[in-house]
T-cell receptor
């Protein structure tokens, strides 16, 4: 069946460091891909998305590119801030269904 | 835009009682809403898909008689946990599907504690 695999956390970085969180998917067809962020005690917020191959989603300095050849959607940010500390979920889906990865906890220290 | 609210944000109840959680799409209409359960430090587990005006579709292993879902309008879905027990304690999150029928917009979650 369809699945999403994320790199395990926690990821601990210093402020202004470069961030990569890997995400790969297996799916029939070509799903849309999403990154959601969850701050402590809150629900999920859509961070960015891409709907077809080679699309790049971006928001708040975060980017991810839909790579069909490697079935990947890695999240990157050039310079993280303490306020980026949260859990990040990669998801793949389409009509009426989203498959989530396990989530990656990011902790950014001053 | 695409704001989803949940109420209550936190509830404590006694074992054996029922609890209703509301999920509302505030600035858009949602034919489809979803209910998830999240265990501590875990990913989201889809419980059911709620379609306006029809019966919800439950995922395998989710008891439909225990988790009653009603989606009576295009902006409101409710989840009722009937005869709650301590093992039902969890973080329940709803989402509403956007007009693109792919993107889901999530509520802030409801933390349920059953004593």
């Amino acid at each position: 069946g369809d699945s999403v695999t994320q790199m395990e956390g926690p990821v601990t970085l210093s402020e202004e460091a470069f961030l990569t969180i890997n995400c790969t998917y297996t799916a029939t067809g070509y799903p849309s891909l999403f990154w959601y962020v969850q701050y402590p005690g809150e629900g999920l917020q859509l961070l960015l998305k891409a709907t077809k191959a080679d699309d790049k989603g971006s928001n708040k300095g975060f980017e991810a590119t839909y790579r069909k050849e490697t079935t990947s959607f890695h999240l990157e940010k050039g310079s993280v801030q303490v306020s980026d500390s949260a859990v990040y979920f990669c998801a793949a889906g389409g009509y009426n269904k989203l498959i989530f990865g396990a989530g990656t906890r990011l902790a950014v220290h001053p | 835009g695409a704001v989803v609210s949940q109420h209550p944000s936190r509830v404590i109840c006694k074992s054996g009682t029922s609890v209703k959680i509301e999920c509302r799409s505030l600035d858009f209409q949602a034919t489809t809403m979803f209910w998830y359960r999240q265990f501590p430090k875990k990913s989201l587990m889809l419980m059911a898909t709620s379609n306006e005006g029809s019966k919800a579709t439950y995922e395998q292993g989710v008891e439909k008689d225990k988790f009653l879902i009603n989606h009576a309008s295009l902006t409101l879905s409710t989840l009722t946990v009937t005869s709650a027990h301590p093992e039902d304690s969890s973080f329940y999150i709803c989402s509403a599907e956007g007009q693109d029928q792919e993107t889901q917009y999530f509520g802030p979650g409801t933390r349920l504690l059953v004593l």
